[in-house]
């Protein structure tokens, strides 16, 4: 079992940035894949990013270019850095981990985050 922790949510105008922060604890961080989802209202649960415990990374096309995800393992955290939001980027924003997972597949991931809120206004 693990715990997940996230923050670094809220509002921004097109074209800004914001860093979410997602802190694991329960268990060994280094050896778990991360990754992170979004779900805008009236939508299914997207794929965003995805990271490896070597630091090997996978995007979805749509953030591709705009956003980054890295991990610091003697941290147990993992981030994702957002540039150049859009208001399409708007939804509740998921850290999910797990071992022996498929990057875009949200049943494999067996833990996961309360979600934060991220707003892009135009």
């Known amino acids: 079992q693990v715990q997940l922790v996230e923050s670094g949510g809220g509002l921004v105008q097109a074209g800004g940035s914001l860093r979410l922060s997602c802190a694991a604890s329960?268990?060994?961080?280094?050896?778990?894949?991360m990754a992170w989802f979004r779900q805008a209202p009236g939508k299914e649960r997207e794929f965003v990013a995805h990271?490896?415990?070597?630091?090997?990374?996978y995007y979805a096309e749509s953030v591709k270019g705009r956003f980054t995800i890295t991990r610091d393992n003697a941290k147990n955290t993992v981030y994702l850095q957002m540039n150049s939001l859009k208001p399409e980027d708007t939804a509740v924003y998921y850290c999910?981990?797990?071992?022996?997972?498929?990057?875009?597949?949200?049943?494999?991931?067996?833990?996961w985050g309360q979600g934060t809120q991220v707003t892009v206004s135009s």
């Open positions: 999910a981990a797990g071992v022996g997972v498929r990057p875009r597949a949200t049943d494999d991931y067996d833990n």
């Open positions: 329960g268990r060994t961080f280094s050896n778990l894949t």
């Open positions: 990271i490896r415990w070597s630091g090997y990374t």
